[in-house]
């Protein structure tokens, strides 16, 4: 350990050392790393998820999360983290066996504060002293606490708290019965063992009545409560059948801006949400509102300028076109009126805008041509620039008031890792949380190639040759739509792809029609006409690597997760051209999914109602064409996904199996959309080498694949 560089005055280190010392530990790389090799399975699983980068209002420390797989104990572990602005060693600041995340300073330096589940209860807020010692619960509510934020003076938090259930209301009144003075420790020990109830049943009332990681909705919203840290006392300031969220405190400590869907009757009915702006003291709940947006369409992330004077945001212009439109930065005056949006000549998918801490520009990450840059444009409008820019992939970042910024970027040769910058500066690693990892494998350098689809449009992606490619062989190769439909691949690291071409494949990541970063007129090409132009821009990239004589064109695979998935199952009712298909997380008899999934507003404004627009709805569901397929096929997904449900992988296995076609279906039990359990991940991996081993390749590196579990 370097004690220079934690830049605290001698008797706070040593009493930070001393409270901190179980959890002290290097993040740096051995001194003599092994020989690299190509990636395996299990060296996915070891990637450490590095991420929201929180520094401190002095611009002298940083704060991090690290998330942990561990497939002995089948769960993945966050901890937060901390290291100087300036780079040196860095010091685990949460225990072990809990999960914790969410880190934030208080604006005056003396303490970190945190999310964290401990003791089986519920997620609160829990504090650190900057000067050591153990982490404090903050707060003691009978429901968890999603978010929160510090007040300017450090005094006071808001809260993001939903509704209590019954059960929390009731679980609260025996608490209040309970006799004072009994710690903790004392409860659990005398307690009895709590009876098994049978749950109530889901009354539904709501439009849009079912969300992926939650399940049917009831009519408990979310809404701001502030927090006095002197008092512990909690007072709500905001109510009402509307859902209130993403809070910020105006620099003087007065107002909070915020995001909330009350502008209309049913916000079931609208993804229209406004910023509004409430008074830190309101004592009546949900009165004395100002709305400060009005734009018909989804206005997000609110931030103030340092006088106060002006929010800048995050706003949809075009509500028609859902998430095909592109999302713009803002700003508007606090008090309301007339908005100027700041990137509308850039038509780029834009997010997260902050001030500088002159207030003189407005930063923000922004999508453009397969990459996420940090950008800056004047608080007044004009010219964009780029602070971070390049290859690469800036996730989140923070700015301190004395102008200093730390950064998540990933690139394609490295997983995500904590960068800062001083204004004007160059950017220093401060992290180092990878390295071991990237020292053991070969990394591939991926293509980012452009090519012609059918009927001209230029079209990019990326391009991985296996590992130790020859020029002038040809490989197996495997087609990857991406998921979405707007999303992208990005310049960043890919261990999917890593893995399949240390296992001898081409492998392509087009950014077709519908993808993000190239402006809203490719964005939207395929609103309400998914697998058309999307797929002609996919198969013009198998075509391009198969004329670059790298793809063999009679060893092709495709698969996806999601979109990915859905695209996938449209591909396979299109040609015969693929030896192997993996659709996760798929559908394509959409008209079952109306009322099933998450998405009843899309597909009410984009597709409209199945009953009444038949005609749309059968386009884009390839499930019709099913008897066209000739392809072994694998389906798989989670059983409790409620985003894309495993209902359409199930009707996709049925359809083949009742044709007689090579097909099988893998479902993951307790997994929402995205698999979370590391056992699991690494089934889902091995399945997709040993399917496209044993069909693509077909030269007997793998053997059939077997519908047995791992």
């Not at 983290?81 to 780079?87: F, I, K, N, S």
Request: contains cysteine.
């Amino acid at each position: 350990m370097r004690f220079r560089s934690l830049a605290l005055p001698v008797c706070a280190l040593a009493c930070a050392l001393y409270f901190l010392a179980p959890f002290v530990a290097a993040q740096s790389a051995p001194s003599t790393p092994p020989a690299p090799r190509a990636i395996t399975v299990d060296d996915v699983i070891e990637i450490h998820e590095v991420s929201d980068p929180q520094i401190a209002e002095d611009g002298k420390w940083v704060a991090y999360t690290v998330a942990t797989a561990s497939l002995k104990e089948d769960k993945t572990e966050t901890r937060i983290w901390m290291a100087a602005a300036g780079g040196g060693d860095a010091i685990v600041m949460t225990a072990e066996d809990v999960s914790s995340s969410h880190p934030r300073w208080s604006p005056d330096g003396k303490y970190l504060a945190f999310l964290s589940k401990r003791n089986e209860g519920k997620t609160q807020v829990w504090l650190l002293n900057r000067m050591g010692g153990e982490a404090q619960r903050l707060t003691d509510a009978i429901q968890d606490v999603d978010d929160f934020d510090w007040s300017p003076d450090s005094k006071r938090l808001i809260l993001i708290l939903r509704d209590p259930s019954p059960e929390e209301l009731d679980e609260a009144k025996t608490k209040e019965k309970e006799m004072p003075g009994s710690s903790d420790k004392d409860k659990s020990k005398d307690a009895k063992p709590k009876k098994t109830k049978t749950p109530p049943p889901s009354v539904v009332d709501r439009y849009r009545f079912k969300t992926d990681t939650v399940g049917y909705l009831d009519r408990r919203r979310t809404h701001l409560y502030v927090f006095d840290g002197a008092s512990k006392t909690v007072v709500q300031i905001t109510s009402g059948d509307f859902d209130d969220s993403e809070p910020a405190w105006s620099p003087d400590g007065k107002l909070l801006a915020f995001r909330s869907n009350r502008s209309t009757p049913d916000p079931d009915r609208t993804y229209d949400t406004n910023i509004w702006a409430v008074a830190a003291d309101n004592t009546d709940k949900g009165g004395h509102l100002t709305q400060v947006t009005t734009n018909p369409g989804a206005d997000e992330a609110p931030a103030w300028s340092p006088d106060g004077k002006w929010i800048t945001y995050v706003t949809q212009l075009d509500p028609k076109l859902l998430v095909y439109a592109t999302k713009h930065i803002a700003v508007s005056p606090a008090a309301g009126g007339e908005a100027r949006v700041l990137t509308q000549a850039y038509d780029r998918m834009s997010q997260s805008p902050h001030f500088s801490p002159d207030g003189k520009f407005v930063y923000f990450i922004a999508d453009d041509d397969g990459t996420q840059n940090l950008c800056r444009v004047p608080a007044a409008g004009g010219e964009i620039t780029r602070p971070i820019s390049g290859r690469v992939v800036v996730s989140s970042y923070t700015i301190a008031k004395s102008g200093g910024l730390a950064a998540q970027i990933s690139s394609m040769d490295r997983p995500d890792e904590i960068f800062t910058t001083t204004s004007g500066g160059s950017l220093t690693r401060i992290t180092h949380v990878n390295d071991a990892f990237m020292a053991r494998i070969k990394v591939v350098a991926p293509e980012y190639v452009k090519f012609k689809s059918n009927d001209g449009t230029t079209v990019a992606g990326y391009l991985f040759k296996p590992l130790d490619y020859v020029e002038g062989k040809k490989y197996p190769t495997l087609l990857h739509p991406h998921g979405g439909p707007v999303g992208s691949y990005y310049g960043e690291f890919d261990h999917f792809s890593q893995l399949m071409a240390a296992n001898g494949y081409v492998v392509l990541e087009p950014n077709p029609r519908g993808s993000s970063g190239y402006g809203q007129d490719f964005c939207k090409a395929i609103f309400a006409d998914w697998g058309n132009k999307d797929y002609q821009d996919d198969m013009a990239m198998v075509d391009y690597a198969v004329a670059q004589g790298v793809a063999d064109p009679d060893k092709l695979g495709v698969g996806g997760w999601s979109y990915g998935g859905i695209s996938t199952d449209f591909i396979i009712t299109q040609t015969t051209r693929f030896k192997a298909a993996i659709s996760g997380a798929g559908s394509a008899f959409l008209a079952a999914l109306y009322g099933h999934d998450q998405y009843i507003l899309d597909y009410d404004v984009e597709l409209g109602y199945p009953w009444a627009n038949r005609a749309t709805w059968d386009r884009v569901s390839p499930y019709y064409r099913v008897a066209n397929i000739t392809t072994p096929t694998l389906f798989m997904g989670g059983d409790i996904d409620w985003n894309v449900p495993i209902l359409g992988g199930e009707q996709m296995y049925q359809a083949m199996k009742s044709l007689g076609r090579e097909t099988e279906l893998v479902v993951y039990p307790g997994e929402y959309h995205g698999l979370k359990k590391p056992s699991h991940i690494k089934d889902r991996l091995e399945r997709h080498l040993s399917w496209y081993g044993h069909y693509v390749k077909a030269d007997g590196s793998a053997a059939r694949p077997s519908a047995k579990a791992n």
